[in-house]
Nanobody, 125 residues
Framework: VQLQASGGGLVQAGGSLRLSCAAS????????MGWFRQAPGKERELIAA????????YYANSVKGRFTISRENPKNTVYLQMNSLKPEDTAIYYC???????????????????WGQGTLVTVSS
C-alpha cells in the first residue's frame, strides 16, 4: 500500500488543522491506520490510531481531547483533526498502516509497517 499524507502547515497556537492520508494499492478498509509524529530531537511516537472497523481508537495522552482520528473507506482516506494546537505539537506527522487484514489487535497495538512520507506541522506561539 502507498500512503500520501497532506494538510500540514503553519498555524498559530489555539488553531486547527486537518491532516489527510490517502491510501492506494491495497485494501484500505481492512487495515488499521495510525498517525505518528516526530519532533526535532525526539523519537517518533504514535499519537492516534483507528482499527479497520473504526470501532476502536487510540490516543496518546498528549493529544487526547484535542485530536480526532477518523476514516472514510470509500475514499481510502484517514484523517487527523487537530484542534487547540500547541507549540509542542510542532513535528513531522506520518500516517501508517497495519496491512494485516482485519487485525484483531486493538488500534494502539497494531503492527504499523507501511509508512507514508511526512507532512510538517508548525505551531507558532
Amino acid at each position: 500500500v502507498q500512503l500520501q499524507a497532506s494538510g500540514g502547515g503553519l498555524v498559530q497556537a489555539g488553531g486547527s488543522l486537518r491532516l489527510s492520508c490517502a491510501a492506494s494499492g491495497g485494501t484500505f478498509s481492512s487495515y488499521a491506520m495510525g498517525w505518528f509524529r516526530q519532533a526535532p530531537g525526539k523519537e517518533r511516537e504514535l499519537i492516534a490510531a483507528i482499527s479497520w472497523s473504526a470501532r476502536s481508537t487510540y490516543y496518546a495522552n498528549s493529544v487526547k481531547g484535542r485530536f480526532t482520528i477518523s476514516r472514510e473507506n470509500p475514499k481510502n482516506t484517514v484523517y487527523l483533526q487537530m484542534n487547540s494546537l500547541k507549540p509542542e505539537d510542532t513535528a513531522i506527522y506520518y500516517c501508517a498502516a497495519d496491512t494485516n487484514p482485519r487485525t484483531h489487535k486493538v488500534a494502539g497495538s497494531a503492527d504499523f509497517g507501511s509508512w507514508g512520507q511526512g507532512t510538517l506541522v508548525t505551531v507558532s506561539s
